[in-house]
Each structure stands twice: as structure tokens, then as C-alpha cells.
């Protein structure tokens, strides 16, 4: 038996207003709409003037109010002066404490939808534990739906066209690590057990956070009630404060995580949780004004040249414009060199996208076999839906294909991929045979095989080029019979139901050809459609994002074993490069020493020319003192010399003298009768001398 519901309370839907007396009358008009269902409810009005000096807003107040008699109970209560935010909800919420009503805080710049009160109540009363209860926005972090920036400024009726399509593939709610403060339903249990908001945090932002977090310790949790929906402008409130929105967010948050450090890995836990990541691809399921999705073609394994395959799936492209026109709006991705080999980008209403694009697609379409787990991996963050047009098996067995993971990925996507396409009954009868198809996925065999201008034999192709004799379907038919019949109970037990199939003229060339291409590129695009329309967001979360997370899982865990086998040969390597290292340096020691040995050698040659240097020096130094003594000597000889001469001509000086004084004697003498009466005998004299050999003076 189900237990019993408690019983649920009267609502106050607490509003304070600051200045902008323009939101007033929106938000009241949606009141005004929804006044049968908060009469139900027994719903209250509590009006907050945080604005007393504001005349129009006041007035607005009061008029809006003043319409509401005899259909709601509503009450103003109006500041003595502006508190802000948080002190004039505190003001409000103690009278709902004492009245015992549940509340909804709601801000002034919010426009309310129908049924967004009562399922708020509904689901808050759907599990004593759930405290809180927000209701998905247009504007307002994790409540939004979409989440997507593009979405949050748009109109009120646009905004809440695209929620109603979207929320219809979401559960009536799920719990989340926090509410937001635009719109939260809190019951008066909390009230009574945590409080009210802390007068800490005003004016306002992350005051509900922290009431929150006081809520979680008291064993209150919190809801998103996914099927009621409040639309907001956002900020409003504060547009026209003091004090800047960033700054009041920023403080505040910095006391709200001193006060709870797992607040923050808790949301951020969330914002990356599957269910998230769910609600992202959502927007893939909106169509445009026409009713048409957005389907994205795959070619990031298409060579850029030509070959059979190549053209094949230009022919599919070009022709699924014309053909899936009413359903789809056609992009293409791949390699920039490819698609420009191909000049797939020049096909009249085909688009392109980047390969790193951000869009998010109804369906995605992969052509080529599943060898690349990034593929793998892109085309499921970008789209709804997954399907692998996997073309020929043949192609996997030649020696020129090389994929290690092909295998893997393979059995990865015949279990959660949303479909697969085959070129012919004989490629999904062998890919059948050799992976286990998972109910879940749809099937579809276009017979492409018979169209594809291969070789006129009809053989299939090989990606060297060669045609095979024993490639022909007929042969493959006959090799895979003894795989199908050891398979086949379990492979119908796997799929009840029959793939798309179309039986198609069979001829390569012509109007035959062209026939056949339209008719195969009509099954795919029909298969494509009503692939998108079973999707659902079960099929999102529990197959999609959690196979593409245990992928991830996979792949990490063979990039570790990978990295662990290329760490062991880097550490072998390394040994080895160590012994040589060992060797080199035991060579290195050896020619140390020899070199120390040399060392010694030259320092003591370099000791014995250092004494040899000394004495050399001490010779030098002897000669410098012998040189200067022979200079002092030689100087003092030549003082001697200069007073000899000196001397000597003072001597000379004087003996000239004496001899010119001599000479004047003489030439007295000569000049005498004495000298001239001693002539005669001086003539005898000489001849005398000169007889005997000597000359006179």
C-alpha cells in the first residue's frame, strides 16, 4: 500500500518589490490567470514595498492589489525604508510562520505559468524529505530549460513554447543539490526547523543557497519540479542598487563557501552529472518554423578521394535535400579537405558545421565504420541521436584496413547506438553474424549495394580498388550461412521486428540508377524520422550518456594499460640505458684517473717549474740589485767624472792663464836686448842637439 501524503498547506507567495513599478503589472496579470488554481491552493499575495519613496510603484501596488479583491487574498507590506531583498523577505516570512503557510519567494521580475504553483506544491509533497521545490525557467542557472545562453532572453510566450516541447521528455522532477532563489517553494517545516534567511547575506544573492545548506543539515532536500515553468527577465531587482549584482555575488559567495567548502563541488558535481549532460542535447529536438529538425551528416571518415564509397555518399547527400526536406534541415561535418575534395559544401541547401561545433542536432549520421572511439564519442555530444551507416563489412578483412578498436567500437554501437544503417540484406545479415544487436536499436537496410557504381559485374568494393569474384552477395550469402544458422535464435529473439528494407532495381547505371538512389535515400530518410521521433530522454540518459561514459571509461582504461606497456618498455629502455650508462661510466672513472694520474704528473711538473721560476726570479732580482748598484756605481763615476772634469778645466783655465802670462814673458824676452844678444848661441845649441839626434824644444 502506498503510504499516505501529508497533508499539504496554504501557500504565501512572497514578492518583494524594489523600484521598477513597470514589472508590477506583468507579474500580477499571470496571478490574475492562474486565479482558479491559487484559490485552490489557498493562496496569499504578499506584496513588499521596498520602495516607500517610490510613488509610481506604490500606486502600481495598490491598483494591481485592489483588483484582486474578492478573487485572492492579497496583502502589502510596505518599508520604512529600503532593506533590501533579503530583510524584506525575512519581514514576510515571519508572518507566514505564524499564519502556518508553506511560502513560495518570488521575484518581482517573474511572470507565472499555469499549474507552476500547484506542481510545485504537488511535488514537494511528494516526499517528507524534499524541503524545496524550484520550477524550470527560462533564465535561472540550473532551472533553465534550455540551458542554452541563446534561450534566456527571449519572450515570455516564445520562452515557454519551447519549455512545453521539451519538458514533455523530462520526469515530473528530479533532485538537485540546490533551488534558486527566483522562484522556491519552501515548506513551513523548513521554516520552523532551519529559519529564515540570513541577514548576512543582504541586500540579496546566495541567501537561498545558504538556507539551503542549512536545510540539507536538517535532512531537507531539494526538487525541480520539470513540469512547472516561471518565466524570468532576471535581475531587476537590483539593476538599480548601489551596490553591483557581480560584487553582492561575489562577497557573497565567498561567505557561503567559508561556511559550506562542499557547496561549490556539489553543484559543479551536478552541472557534469548524465542527467545535465541529458538536458543539454534536449534543444536538438526543437524544430523550426517549417517543423523541420536539424540532421547532421558525419563525413569525418571520408578520405578526400575518390572512390566507390565516396561517391556513394555524395549521392545520398545531394539527394537527401530534395528528399528529407519536409523532416530535416541538412548539415555536413568532416575534414575542411575532404568535403572540399568532394565538394560536398557546394550542395544547394546543405550547410556545413565544424567538427569542434557547439550546435546540437536532432540526429547525427555516421557514414564508414566505427574506427575512431573519438567519433564515437563527438557524435554523441552533439546530437539526440546516433546512427552509423556501417556500408560494407567486407572492407574490415582486407590487409590494408587497419583498426585496433574497430572490433570494440563495433560492439559498442550495435549495442547502444538509436540505429544502423546497411548498404544490402547481406552487410546486416554478416555484421549480424558477427555483433550482437541490442533490441533498442533500429535497423535499416537501404540496399545501396546495387546502386553503387562499383565494377559492371556488380562486385563489391575493396578499398584497394580490386573487384573480387568472391565478394559478389551471392558468395557472402553463402559463407555467412553457416555463422547465421548458429546465430539465428538468438538474433531473432534480439529483434522482434524486421529492419526498413526496400528492394530496389538493381541496375548501376541510367535511370535505373537514379531511381534506385531516390528510392534508397526515401528509406533512410523515413528511417532517420521516426528514429528522432521515438527518441526520449530515458534513451539520453540511461543508454546514451552512460555507454559514452563507460566508452570513455574503456578508453581511459586502455590509454592507461597503453600508457602502463609503453611505461614498462620505457622502463626496460631505460635499464638498459642505465647498464650503458654504468659501462660509460665506469669507462669515465677509469679515464679519471688516468687523468688524475696525469694531474699529479703535471702538478708536479708545474712545482718543478714554479722552484725553477723562483730561481729564475731570485737570478733576476740579483741581477736587478747588481744592475742598479753597477748604475749607482756607474752614476757616482760620473759624478766624479764631471767634478774631474771640472777640475781639469779649472786647471786648464788656470794653466792657460799661466800660459798666456808665460807667452807675454816671452814675447817681453824675445822683445828684450838680452834675447837678442843670446840668439847666436841658442842657433849653436840646435845644431848641436840636432848633431847628436835631438830636436830643440
Request: proline share 4%.
Amino acid at each position: 500500500m502506498a503510504p499516505q501524503l501529508a497533508r499539504r498547506r496554504a501557500v504565501d507567495i512572497i514578492v518583494p518589490f524594489h523600484k521598477h513599478p513597470e514589472i508590477v503589472f506583468p507579474l500580477f496579470a499571470s496571478i490574475r490567470r492562474l486565479q482558479s488554481e491559487l484559490r485552490d491552493l489557498d493562496c496569499t499575495i504578499i506584496a513588499v514595498n521596498d520602495s516607500p519613496d517610490d510613488v509610481e510603484l506604490k500606486q502600481a501596488l495598490i491598483g494591481e492589489a485592489s483588483r484582486l479583491d474578492g478573487i485572492l487574498e492579497c496583502t502589502i507590506l510596505e518599508n520604512e525604508a529600503n532593506e533590501g531583498y533579503v530583510r524584506s523577505a525575512n519581514r514576510a516570512l515571519r508572518e507566514t510562520i505564524g499564519r502556518g503557510h508553506d511560502a513560495i519567494l518570488l521575484n518581482s521580475d517573474t511572470v507565472l505559468f499555469p499549474r507552476a504553483v500547484s506542481e510545485m506544491q504537488r511535488v514537494a509533497y511528494l516526499d517528507p524529505a524534499i524541503g524545496f521545490v524550484s520550477p524550470r525557467s527560462n533564465n535561472a542557472t540550473l532551472c533553465s530549460l534550455p540551458h542554452q545562453h541563446e534561450y534566456n532572453s527571449l519572450p515570455s510566450a516564445e520562452s515557454f513554447a519551447i519549455y512545453s516541447v521539451l519538458a514533455g521528455y523530462l520526469p515530473d522532477h528530479h533532485y538537485v543539490p540546490t533551488g534558486v532563489g527566483f522562484c522556491l517553494y519552501i515548506k513551513l517545516s523548513v521554516l520552523e526547523q532551519v529559519g529564515i534567511l540570513d541577514d548576512t547575506y543582504s541586500p540579496g544573492y546566495n541567501e537561498e543557497n545558504d538556507l539551503i545548506m542549512r536545510g540539507h543539515a536538517r535532512g531537507h532536500r531539494v526538487a525541480l519540479a520539470n513540469h512547472a515553468y516561471v518565466y524570468h527577465v532576471g535581475s531587476a531587482s537590483f539593476s538599480t542598487s548601489a551596490t553591483l549584482k557581480a560584487e553582492l555575488d561575489k562577497r557573497n559567495l565567498v561567505t557561503l563557501t567559508e561556511r559550506y567548502p562542499h557547496f561549490k563541488k556539489h553543484v559543479e558535481k551536478y552541472y557534469a552529472s548524465e542527467h545535465l549532460q541529458a538536458e543539454l542535447l534536449l534543444p536538438g529536438l526543437l524544430t523550426d518554423s517549417a517543423g523541420r529538425w536539424d540532421l547532421l551528416l558525419d563525413l569525418s571518415a571520408l578520405p578526400p578521394r575518390d572512390d566507390p564509397s565516396s561517391r556513394a555518399i555524395k549521392e545520398v547527400a545531394i539527394r537527401a535535400v530534395e528528399r528529407w526536406r519536409p523532416w530535416f534541415n541538412i548539415f555536413v561535418t568532416g575534414r575542411r579537405e575532404s568535403l572540399e575534395f568532394h565538394q560536398l559544401h557546394e550542395i544547394s541547401g546543405v550547410s556545413t558545421a565544424n567538427l569542434e561545433t557547439s550546435r546540437i542536432f536532432a540526429i547525427a549520421v555516421s557514414f564508414g565504420l566505427p574506427c575512431e572511439h573519438e567519433r564515437v564519442i563527438r557524435l554523441g555530444s552533439v546530437a539526440v541521436c546516433n546512427v552509423y551507416a556501417v556500408l560494407d563489412p567486407m572492407i574490415a578483412g582486407t590487409p590494408s584496413f587497419e583498426a585496433p578498436l574497430l572490433d570494440e567500437l563495433c560492439d559498442f554501437v550495435f549495442q547502444y547506438a538509436d540505429g544502423v544503417i546497411y548498404e544490402s540484406q547481406v552487410a546486416r545479415d554478416r555484421f549480424r553474424a558477427q555483433y550482437k544487436c541490442h533490441p533498442a536499436v533500429r535497423e535499416c537496410v537501404a540496399d545501396l549495394s546495387g546502386v553503387r557504381n562499383f565494377a559492371a559485374t556488380g562486385t563489391a568494393w575493396i578499398p584497394d580498388g580490386t573487384a573480387v569474384a568472391h565478394a559478389t552477395p551471392a558468395v557472402q550469402q553463402s559463407s555467412l550461412n553457416p555463422c547465421l544458422d548458429d546465430w539465428s535464435s538468438d538474433s531473432s529473439s534480439q529483434h522482434g521486428d524486421e529492419p526498413f528494407v526496400r528492394e530496389q532495381n538493381q541496375d548501376s547505371s541510367g535511370a535505373g540508377a537514379d531511381e534506385a538512389w531516390a528510392s534508397a535515400t526515401q528509406v533512410i530518410g523515413h528511417f532517420l524520422k521516426e528514429t528522432v521521433e521515438f527518441a526520449s530522454f530515458e534513451m539520453i540518459l540511461k543508454r546514451r550518456l552512460r555507454s559514452i561514459r563507460l566508452l570513455k571509461a574503456r578508453m581511459i582504461s586502455r590509454e592507461i594499460e597503453s600508457s602502463r606497456d609503453q611505461a614498462l618498455r620505457d622502463l626496460e629502455k631505460l635499464k638498459r640505458e642505465n647498464e650503458e650508462l654504468k659501462r660509460e661510466n665506469e669507462e669515465l672513472k677509469r679515464e679519471n684517473e688516468e687523468l688524475k694520474r696525469e694531474g699529479e704528473e703535471l702538478k708536479r711538473e708545474n712545482e718543478e717549474l714554479k722552484k725553477v721560476n723562483r730561481e729564475h726570479f731570485e737570478e733576476i732580482e740579483v741581477s736587478r740589485r747588481e744592475r742598479k748598484q753597477a748604475l749607482d756605481a756607474l752614476e757616482n763615476l760620473r759624478r766624479e767624472v764631471d767634478q774631474v772634469r771640472q777640475r781639469g778645466e779649472r786647471a786648464a783655465s788656470d794653466l792657460r792663464a799661466e800660459i798666456g802670462k808665460g807667452q807675454l814673458e816671452i814675447a817681453d824676452l824675445r822683445r828684450s836686448w838680452s834675447w837678442r844678444l843670446t840668439a847666436p848661441l841658442r842657433k849653436l845649441g840646435e845644431v848641436v842637439l840636432h848633431r847628436f839626434g835631438r830636436s830643440p824644444r
